[in-house]
């Protein structure tokens, strides 16, 4: 597996062990000035099997100040101790962000939705964006778009979501397309570290939950998220059978596809008018995690060469990896 030097405090104890590679979310160290160069990459094989988690009480609210201790790691059913706890929360400490925000703009979006998700969008970036984080704005009907390639400046950012615009003949809302689109954005454009930190990369899909007309797969989406380690997120707007009684939301197609919780991500459901409630929650949710990491054992194998992992919580906590496990490197 490859990965970064992530060069501070928290882990100089390990980088005397034998310089060692700790990945998250990436495939390798980009080098220089601009985190967008991928002209100096150097790629280091490590043994290291990583993972990022999110946990949540029963209420699915986040839960903050756990230990390596609160946590059990199954490696195929066998325990394992963890060689490296850290965590990533954006309270704690600098928590740089690389986002793809894909946005539904097909005839399903109104225009009253569309500029309430203006204002929600221009405060979301306000909070998020700066000197660490980067986003990128892409947009998806018939046909996917960048609008915004990836930037730290809040100007641009805002300038970019004040022109959203609906696609009147969006006919096609191709969700799937859009979300592989932004994996390619961040594996080739993407900033991988800022501020000698790696940086949590995910895209999030702003739409109703129902693809249509689309060319990628889920199942090939979500083996390409789960290949660079890259969450997907959706912010699901209203969708409510026609002759239901109750306002009790349904599960959608895109979320019965398997995209989002095959891949660590989590969706969030606009039940009324107010989006502003529902972004924080997304941010509290893409912002912070733990990060953790294990020595897998020596010479072992399966079938198929994939490892499956477990990590749980010894409190009873819900916790969502961001991969359900790892192919060990060659020995």
């Not at 950012?157 to 191709?174: A, C, F, N, P, Y």
Request: aromatic content about 8%; charged content about 25%; some cysteine.
């Amino acid at each position: 597996m490859t990965g970064f030097y992530q060069i501070d405090r928290a882990v100089r104890t390990l980088i005397s062990w034998a310089a060692l590679i700790f990945s998250l979310l990436t495939c390798g160290l980009v080098g220089g000035a601009s985190a967008q160069d991928d002209k100096s990459v150097i790629t280091v094989k490590t043994e290291l099997a990583t993972f990022e988690v999110t946990v949540t009480d029963k209420a699915g609210r986040p839960v903050r100040g756990l230990s390596r201790d609160d946590f059990e790691i199954f490696d195929e059913g066998e325990v394992r101790n963890a060689d490296f706890f850290e965590s990533l929360h954006l309270k704690d400490a600098v928590r740089p962000l690389s986002l793809v925000l894909a946005l539904d703009m097909s005839g399903s979006m109104t225009e009253s939705e569309l500029l309430r998700l203006r204002s929600a969008l221009a405060g979301f970036s306000r909070r998020l964006a700066g000197s660490y984080s980067y986003f990128a704005i892409t947009t998806f009907a018939m046909n996917v778009s960048t609008i915004q390639s990836f930037t730290n400046r809040r100007d641009r950012l805002e300038s970019s979501i004040q022109k959203l615009k609906r696609d009147r003949d969006g006919l096609s809302t191709h969700a799937y397309d859009a979300v592989d689109h932004g994996i390619r954005l961040l594996n080739t454009r993407g900033p991988r570290y800022s501020a000698n930190r790696l940086a949590k990369r995910a895209v999030v899909l702003i739409t109703d939950g129902f693809p249509v007309g689309d060319i990628v797969r889920p199942e090939t989406v979500i083996e390409r998220a789960n290949k660079s380690e890259i969450a997907v997120y959706a912010l699901i707007l209203p969708s409510y059978a026609r002759n239901q009684r109750s306002l009790r939301p349904l599960i959608t197609p895109l979320e019965a596809s398997g995209i989002i919780d095959q891949t660590g991500g989590r969706s969030f459901y606009a039940m009324d008018n107010e989006l502003e409630p529902l972004f924080k929650a997304l941010e509290e949710e893409i912002a912070g995690a733990y990060a953790i990491a294990f020595y897998p054992a020596k010479r072992q194998t399966t079938s198929s060469g994939f490892r499956n992992v477990q990590i749980v919580s010894r409190k009873g906590l819900n916790v969502k990896q961001n991969r359900a496990g790892y192919i060990p490197v060659d020995r």
